[in-house]
């Protein structure tokens, strides 16, 4: 039995109000967990006081790797002697978050035995998030993963865990199995996951359509979201009926078409496909009407990232379709391509969307072989002094020699 | 003659030894310094497996610091022992 809970007037305030509340739960495992139990005067005293008290970093890990483990010391450990060491561990999840409940006792069971009990399922890079214990649990939970088939996640300079959307397993708007896809990349890239090589993070995220419920466009360094190169599929009889039911197609679907290749004549829907640019609104909006093609594949996208050392990056498109069928050789080519030269020429901290920043991406998309397409254009030329030396050739109108 | 796993993990701690209190060694550092002291004998995978050679002995350690690095086994300043 844990012992008595401190006074927390502060957090106690977000306990009210009719949503859940991290307090209630930290409070809950607190009858349990002494770990709880300082974690929670801790975190009254820090927002007393406006100093937060953990520090960062550092040694800790397990034999081998160099990822899953995040390490934490609180700076006043005679005062909260049993969260003097509060690592996290990040556990791999499965693609999709799909578990049995068993699955979820035992790692439930681990953490009980060997950490504070407290979890975060999950966190913001999509792992089981199993937040405090000391270092030399590490070891022992580590095996006690492995035996029930968990490995750790990423952490630090190298590949974070590959997450996806549920894909193909619940959602019909799947244009590949991003399940299957991120389930390989994990396996493929196990060495560049655990050994830091880079320097600094790399995140894949696999959304299975454009409507990207995964956020990979905003938070993973390569984009890989689902698409299709023909025509969307359409029922004339079902987009009638929708009309008929009193769904005002021209304000609702046709006027919120950000490409304008949709017409409706008050009788039937036209669809320009060649200017399409798949933002799936139509279809979220119709769905019993319209359907992505049958052409299916993926877009590639590189460089996004949240603001840490420069500003927020959105990623920008690398390759426009591409069919996502296993062993995905193309893709992963031009990958290892992307990381040799990162690794060559990135400065420490910088994200792969920051390097094409600096280098500029005619530069990046030479050196690493792509040739460059109009989908890669993000938007239209701002600076107009722009000199097209190589195109002109001696004699030619406005050549240098000619104006002489 | 392309060198070995072995030679190419001394020579990797050695560097990260000698760095030790002045530079923080990325991988990246160490798979550079190889390629630029041993040329055609040594490449990047060579220098990959050097590198988990280090780590699975237990020679080196991986560390965080705002990226992740590779040092000497120590006890950390930060550390409530």
């Not at chain 1, 550092?58 to 160099?66: R, T």
């Not at chain 1, 999709?96 to 790692?107: C, T």
Request: charged share 30%.
């Amino acid at each position: 039995m844990a012992e008595s809970l401190p006074k927390t007037p502060m957090l106690d305030e977000l306990e009210k109000g009719g949503w859940p509340s991290f307090v209630k739960e930290i409070k809950l495992a607190a009858k349990k967990s002494p770990m709880a139990v300082d974690l929670l005067g801790l975190l009254e005293r820090s927002y007393k006081e406006k100093i937060g008290h953990w520090k960062h970093g550092g040694i800790v890990g397990v034999m081998g790797y160099g990822g899953g483990v995040i390490g934490r010391y609180n700076d006043l450990p005679e005062v909260y002697p049993n969260i003097s060491h509060f690592h996290t561990i990040r556990v791999n999840q499965p693609a999709g978050w799909f578990y049995k409940s068993d699955a979820l006792r035992s790692i439930c069971d681990i953490w009980e035995k060997r950490g504070s009990s407290l979890t975060n399922m999950h966190g913001s890079t999509g792992d089981i998030i199993l937040l405090g214990t000391r270092t030399e649990q590490l070891e022992p939970i580590f095996a006690e993963l492995s035996k029930v088939d968990f490995d750790l996640g990423g952490s630090g300079s190298d590949v974070r865990t590959p997450s996806c959307c549920c894909g193909m397993a619940r959602c019909e708007w799947a244009c590949y199995d991003t399940m299957r896809t991120c389930y390989d990349f994990t396996m493929k890239f196990q060495d560049e996951l655990h050994r830091p090589a880079f320097p600094y993070k790399f995140k894949f995220k696999f959304s299975g359509c454009p409507n990207d419920c995964v956020a990979s466009i905003a938070r993973a360094d390569m984009s890989i979201i689902g698409t299709w190169r023909d025509s969307i599929q359409m029922d004339k009889a079902a987009v009638t009926e929708y009309a008929k039911n009193g769904m005002d197609i021209q304000s609702e679907v046709v006027d919120n078409c950000p490409a304008k290749c949709m017409d409706w004549d008050g009788k039937e829907l036209h669809i320009e496909n060649s200017y399409c640019r798949r933002c799936m609104h139509c279809i979220n909006v119709m769905p019993k009407a319209l359907r992505p093609g049958k052409d299916r594949g993926a877009t590639i996208l590189l460089g996004s990232k949240a603001p840490i050392v420069e500003g927020a990056l959105l990623s920008s498109v690398l390759i426009p379709f591409i069919k996502m069928e296993p062993p995905y050789k193309e893709l992963t080519d031009i990958i290892d391509r992307i990381w040799e030269l990162w690794c060559e020429e990135g400065k420490n901290r910088e994200r792969v969307g920051e390097f094409i920043q600096r280098v500029g991406l005619g530069n990046f998309l030479e050196a690493i072989e792509v040739d460059p397409v109009p989908e890669m254009v993000a938007h239209p030329r701002e600076n107009p002094y722009v000199f097209y030396e190589e195109y002109f050739e001696a004699g030619d109108e406005g050549s240098e020699e000619e104006e002489k | 003659m392309a060198k070995t796993v072995a030679e190419i993990a001394d020579a990797m701690y050695k560097l990260v030894k000698d760095a030790t209190g002045q530079k923080k060694l990325k991988a990246t550092d160490l798979t550079k310094a190889m390629v630029e002291l041993y040329g055609d004998e040594v490449d990047k995978q060579l220098c990959k497996d050097a590198i988990k050679e280090l780590m699975n002995s237990g020679k080196c350690v991986y560390t965080y610091f705002g990226g992740s690095f590779i040092e000497l086994p120590h006890r950390e300043g930060a550390a409530n022992d």
